[in-house]
């Protein structure tokens, strides 16, 4: 059974300050996405990363694979409040989509002035 | 371009009871998928259909099942309604390649007392 673990879970920071969180997977695959969630609304896709050492950057963060390590970053940098929200790494196992995606539990990601 | 939609947005029911889902995927995206987010936990993976085929299924009871149509609308169905079934419901759509990952819709966010 696919696992997708992130962390941390839960995380307060600074305008201004750099962080990165960690998605850890247990199976070989090489699809891996990030989404963002705000209270109460739907999922909206960041980024979708389809190889080894694939790196994506949008504004402020910047995602990458290392499929050998089964692990995947989004680095904040310089996080501004607007950037507040939940994130969520998701891996397909590549069966086609006939497994769905794997979410991780989220990080919860808030941002204080 | 409209979006995923769903509908209703909201929806309450008593145990017991039976509901039904509706979604309307992207403009020519063929493939839905529905999940299931609890409340502090990540989307689960429900049902994928593909060209009105169930091409994969997550680890969900038989209470729970969908459709697709000819129009590629779906729906999902849960029968015999449990207290653990309150959530909010995700319904996604995506083109057959997969690999462009999946736009989600608003979802609809179902109590049951």
């Known amino acids: 059974e696919l696992k997708v673990e992130q962390n941390p879970l839960f995380l307060s920071m600074q305008e201004g300050k750099n962080y990165t969180i960690y998605c850890n997977y247990s199976?070989?695959?090489?699809?891996l996405y990030w989404y963002r969630q705000d209270p109460g609304k739907s999922l909206e896709s960041l980024f979708v990363?389809?190889?080894?050492?694939a790196v994506k950057q949008e504004g402020r963060l910047m995602a990458s694979l290392d499929t050998k390590a089964r692990l995947s970053t989004l680095h904040i940098t310089a996080a501004v409040h607007d950037l507040s929200a939940t994130y969520f790494c998701?891996?397909?196992?590549?069966?086609?989509?006939?497994?769905?995606?794997?979410f991780g539990k989220g990080t919860h990601l808030i941002i204080q002035p | 371009d409209a979006g995923v939609t769903q509908s209703p947005t909201h929806l309450i029911k008593t145990r017991g009871q039976q509901v039904t889902l509706r979604c309307s995927p992207i403009?020519?995206?063929?493939?839905v998928s529905w999940y299931q987010q609890v409340l502090g936990q990540g989307p689960q993976f429900i049902f994928q259909?593909?060209?009105?085929?169930?091409?994969g299924r997550g680890n969900f009871p038989d209470r729970f099942s969908a459709r697709q149509f000819p129009n590629y609308s779906s729906e999902l169905n849960v029968n015999a309604l449990l207290l653990g079934d309150s959530a909010l419901y995700l319904c996604?759509?995506?083109?057959?390649?997969?690999?462009?990952?999946?736009?989600f819709g608003a979802g609809t966010r179902l109590s049951v007392l």
């Open positions: 996604a759509s995506s083109l057959v390649s997969w690999a462009g990952g999946l736009y």
């Open positions: 403009s020519g995206h063929k493939s």
């Open positions: 990363l389809l190889s080894n050492g």
């Open positions: 998701a891996v397909d196992e590549g069966r086609g989509g006939a497994d769905g995606l794997t």
């Open positions: 259909y593909y060209e009105k085929e169930e091409r």
């Open positions: 199976t070989t695959s090489d699809r």
